[in-house]
């Protein structure tokens, strides 16, 4: 399956009515991340047609307003729909008092299991796993602790030559799992069938970047190094490069650089100011470094395979 | 003037697509007041064209999400307009320590002066007053501490007869004040001239009453008596009497049965529950009771003369 990216909001500072907020939907390899969720975030699963119920883990980047606002009221509109599954929250220690707080005062406690994991480190850590799947910080440099988040497939099993395999009656369904696990299989004869001739490699894994929001920072190149996919903010253009260091934002030119060094495959922009009319500009300018740019845009699907 | 109220959403629990929560805009002799603040609001008021510049003072019902969780937003994008004028938050105790909580964590303290007037009485207080208006607390039944809030215009100035008071040239520019005020005018020779025959009585001032969320709840009849305009919430229709009761909420029928009682001139409904797929329903029920009643709907104007 494929690395499946919807943007739902994609502009910096405030929500305006046709420029929304941070927030991704993330599928990969049949997990459902949701990264940042500003102002309007529900709203705009709802417009997407996102289920609801397909959220267990949520990655909160930092705690600035246009990140994080549209959560607790996520959180509310799941107990709403008497959600019973746990939901995860990864972000900077702190929102879990802002939101439990929220939740004591309307005497409006969820039902289902909410947990928090905080984060403090300023070191890239590994911060979730299973079989499938890891997901570490990418430590990012803004005005307050910030994060970005790498997630990575895990190498899969090695594929079946299914071909090769009917050739042996000996080699039973049983058998399987070994040669996916990279076993060689002995007949009972003694023979040793290597496992290379009755197996494929698996897919190669793929990764995914998210990077924002955060000054041009190039420490986090050996992070994100091969990454298949990078979405990199660019609050800003070439113009006001003196900005973005104050700000500590990036440029189109900069998020560009980035991908560049780190030899990344795809490269999706965002997190644009409110202060540019046409946002095709961040395109054409970061275009310039690195061709494979695309523009993130509230709606769109971007499907890595 | 007329009294003028924007609705910019009227639709309980959580924000849909074009379902958004409660937010009023309520303009009364040059006042204008922003009521609750449901998640959205801010793009509700760009959307309608309300020059944020213009809130000063905003009345918050109660802690329930779908009435606040668009106001720390609102107070970051002050903040982001370069706002230096005051904003007087009137709110039950509670909401000072969620919006300062979160000011704090993203270090994003407003530049200008942002005061919290907190609300605990059960009884209903002047808890605004100038020489134009009146706001009192209507306390309401519901789940959590939450008031409704009734704005009355003061009485005006008499209103100059000037085909009379042109009769008389002793009568200058300078004594219009005291006539506006009701003096008498005695000329030179002694005569008085009787402040009726030189005026004519000020308009009538208007009064409107915002009144959610709330259960049936006839004790705040006394207080919203003769008002011009109600806006009652109306979560369900009369088929659920009794969830209404058990959620403190209240049907159309209820609502209207409140209008009556008080002899509302106006009564406007909202807060409708997402079971409800056509509002008109709402609508026609509150009419079985009382005539004079308006469906609320994001974006209606109600001018109220």
Known sequence: MSLKLTILGCHSASPRVNA??????????????LIDCGEGTQVQLRRYSIKFSKIKHIFISHLHGD?????VGLISTFRLLNRESELHIYAPKGLK?????????????TNYPLLFHEL???????IFEDEK???????????????GFLFKEKIGERKLKME??????????????????????????????ENKNLTTDPSKPKSYAFCSDTSYFPEIVPIIKNTTCLYHETTFLNDR???????KHSTALQAANIAKQANIKQLII????????????????AKQVFKNTLLGEAGKVFEIK
Chains 1, 2 share one sequence.
């Open 97 to 109: 008092e802002i939101i439990t707080l929220q939740l004591k005062l309307s005497n409006s406690w």
């Open 67 to 71: 990140h994080i606002f549209g959560l």
């Open 20 to 33: 929304h907020p941070t927030s991704q939907f993330l599928e990969i390899k049949n997990h459902n991340f």
């Open 241 to 247: 490069e003196k900005l973005a260091l104050k700000t």
């Open 120 to 126: 403090t480190s300023k070191k890239s850590e590994l």
């Open 164 to 193: 090769n395999i009917h050739k042996y009656d000996e080699i039973k369904i049983c058998d399987y799992q070994n040669l996916k696990n990279g076993r060689d299989f002995m007949l009972e004869d003694g023979t040793v069938l």
């Open 270 to 285: 965002g997190h644009y100011s409110g202060r540019y009319k046409n946002i095709n500009d961040f395109e054409t300018e």
């Open 133 to 147: 799947v890891e997901v570490y910080t990418i430590p990012l440099n803004h005005r307050i602790y910030t994060n």
